[in-house]
């Protein structure tokens, strides 16, 4: 792991009044530039070729006399691939141009969090060594976070025999990197015949499925809860809710608007199992006397990350959970960065951000401000890993 000390000192001698925001172009990108933009800061995306276009042409920015009357992103990078922004002659122009990188799922998924950790010299707003933890199945993942502090996640089933209610299978797919391979099952036998479907189909790896993760599946709605901490706070609350949103999934939301009668002509079908890519977000609130208990597992978490993963979560995260029919929350995954649905919040923000902040408060610009702040108050040392 680099030293936090010499991203500190890389940070400390950063050109304040010429600070850059920059992230990869992908995931929540559009939300991190569009709430920079907002707090007065130029960005930078680093984009891959063929991937690139949404970014440097529909969202490119235009500026008239140094003021921004279109669009979010003012410079971008291309690469062949993602992970050539890894080559020490691009980490050098990072730095060179002030950058603050602000790390995404796409970022830890398309280059190994080991050269993340140990190689990637720019300052990181967040929490650099929480990324790992992210990685289902590690010594210390987010699941062991949660363990050590108490807080409720569905019950790990050891095995495929031992499926004895409604389960989740957690891998990944076989050719999406980022979406899952993820399916449901009531027994063994189910499992077994599933499994062999999604095998088949290329859609999973035994690989994968051998090393999945078995849970218990919570019947209930889904909440993603799009949490901030502040470390620069003294006075009020230094945990904030951002806001909430929820997921839309194919083939999964396809399949449950379908008429049972027309669910059942799915079976035999290269259809009958549906798949869980995440495809888009929407936002949602939640009924108020939830909203205490929401806090109370955020609370947890941040403490538990503060005495397992010095200096612990700082910025944006998300933990997501189910809701079941007692009103019990059940985390299901952890985000220790900014969560992939915050771009519902992009620009309007959301009805908690906005009426804590007494404006438009999107997770990328309450990130922004963050950074402003730091560097109003000689602050940046604090803020970056």
């Not at 993942?141 to 019950?155: M, Q, S, T, V």
């Not at 949602?284 to 979560?313: C, D, M, W």
């Not at 804590?356 to 604090?382: C, F, H, V, Y």
Request: proline share 4%.
């Amino acid at each position: 792991m680099i030293e936090r000390k010499k991203i500190q000192d890389i940070a400390g001698g950063y050109d304040k009044g010429g600070v850059k925001v920059g992230a990869l172009a992908s995931h929540s990108a559009i939300d991190v530039a569009e709430g920079a933009i907002e707090e007065g800061f130029r960005t930078v995306l680093y984009c891959q070729k063929g991937r690139e276009k949404t970014y440097i042409h529909y969202f490119k920015s235009r500026r008239v006399g140094g003021m921004i009357v279109r669009g979010v992103v003012d410079d971008y990078r291309i690469y062949g691939k993602f992970r050539d922004l890894m080559n020490p002659k691009e980490l050098a122009e990072m730095r060179r141009n002030n950058v603050l990188f602000i790390p995404n799922r796409s970022f830890t998924s398309y280059i190994s969090v080991d050269e993340i950790e140990n190689s990637f010299d720019v300052p990181i707003v967040g929490s650099r060594n929480l990324l790992k933890s992210e990685e289902r199945g590690g010594k210390r993942d987010y699941y062991w976070i949660l363990e050590k502090a108490g807080l409720p996640f569905p019950r790990k089933i050891d095995g495929p025999t031992g499926i004895d209610r409604l389960a989740i299978v957690k891998l990944h797919h076989a050719k999406k990197k980022l979406e899952r391979g993820f399916f449901t099952a009531a027994s063994f036998r189910e499992y077994e015949e599933k499994s062999r479907a999604l095998l088949k189909q290329g859609v999973i790896e035994q690989e994968s499925l051998d090393n999945a993760r078995i849970e218990e599946y919570i019947i209930g709605p889904v909440f993603n809860l799009d949490f901030f901490y502040n470390p620069l706070e003294e006075e009020l609350s230094k945990i904030e809710l951002i806001g909430v949103d929820w997921r839309f999934e194919s083939s999964l939301d396809g399949h449950v608007r379908l008429p049972a009668p027309q669910q059942m002509n799915l079976l035999d079908t290269t259809q009958e199992v549906p798949e869980y890519t995440v495809c888009g977000h929407n936002s949602a609130t939640l009924r108020e006397s939830l909203l205490e208990n929401a806090f109370e597992l955020a609370e947890k978490y941040v403490k538990s990350t503060q005495e397992h993963y010095t200096p612990g979560i700082m910025g944006a995260f998300c933990l997501q959970t189910c809701v079941d029919k007692d009103l019990k929350f059940y985390i299901y995954d952890v985000a220790p960065r900014i969560g992939g649905g915050t771009n519902v919040h992009t620009a309007v923000g959301h009805p908690y951000g906005n009426a804590l902040w007494r404006t438009n408060m999107s997770t990328g610009r309450r990130t922004a401000r963050l950074i402003r702040d730091a560097i109003e108050q000689d602050k940046l040392k604090e803020i970056v890993t």
